[in-house]
T-cell receptor, first 114, second 116 residues
Framework: EAGVTQSPTHLIKTRGQQATLRCSPI?????VYWYQQALGLGLQFLLW???????NRGNFPPRFSGRQFPNYSSELNVNALELEDSALYLC?????????????FGSGTRLTVV | AQTVTQSQPEMSVQEAETVTLSCTYD???????LFWYKQPPSRQMILVIR??????QNATENRFSVNFQKAAKSFSLKISDSQLGDAAMYFC?????????????FGKGTKLSVKP
């Protein structure tokens, strides 16, 4: 069974540009979560999608947005990139919303803003 | 809002010895889940162990076990017979039982080094 896949692995963008990150969940998983892992800050929750809808959002500005497609894959868009957006972005998927089974994570996209 | 605190930014253990990583959390909820995740240099988060708050029995997974103290809101991870492959960042995480907040809330992590 394929795990959670994220693309691209690395992404270099210029300040002010837009970045698009993609995530494919494990087959059968309907929930996708996005986290930002900046150096020294641990994992900060960004967005949660389930069944195509945004269910919850972390404390991030509106220029962080995303969507979930009918096949449950997801993309994260970051507009008007700032230097402090440089971080590892992790995607996770889970089997059910309230199951508490924890998540399966991808290996992340390293975004560097220059 | 729930918070998770890991008070040890870095820990070190000798190979084959035992080490305990600390985690405390704050919540007003009675039902929830707690997790320990491992993040090696490969960056992928790996689930180490999971505990349901309504279960009094401490979870164990091979060399990994937890000491769950619900009243004290403490959830420490014990790694026995430490191996070189255990070197990684370890994150404690909290998840509400209800469906309205499905995301995990993470502590800032503890970097574990294993000395040969």
């Amino acid at each position: 069974e394929a795990g959670v896949t994220q693309s691209p692995t690395h992404l270099i963008k210029t300040r002010g540009q837009q970045a698009t990150l993609r995530c494919s969940p494990i087959s059968g998983h309907t929930s996708v979560y996005w986290y930002q892992q900046a150096l020294g800050l641990g994992l900060q929750f960004l967005l949660w999608y389930d069944e195509g809808e945004e269910r919850n959002r972390g404390n991030f500005p509106p220029r962080f947005s995303g969507r979930q497609f009918p096949n449950y894959s997801s993309e994260l868009n970051v507009n008007a990139l700032e230097l402090e957006d440089s971080a590892l972005y992790l995607c996770a998927s889970s089997l059910e919303r309230a199951g508490g089974y924890g998540y399966t994570f991808g290996s992340g996209t390293r975004l560097t803003v220059v | 809002a729930q918070t998770v605190t890991q008070s040890q930014p870095e820990m070190s253990v000798q190979e084959a010895e035992t080490v305990t990583l600390s985690c405390t959390y704050d919540t007003s909820e009675s039902d929830y889940y707690l997790f320990w995740y491992k993040q090696p240099p490969s960056r992928q988060m790996i689930l180490v162990i999971r505990q349901e708050a309504y279960k009094q029995q401490n979870a164990t997974e091979n060399r990994f076990s937890v000491n769950f103290q619900k009243a004290a809101k403490s959830f420490s991870l014990k790694i026995s017979d430490s191996q070189l492959g255990d070197a990684a960042m370890y994150f404690c995480a909290y998840r509400s039982y209800g469906g309205s907040q499905g995301n995990l809330i993470f502590g800032k992590g503890t970097k574990l080094s294993v000395k040969p």
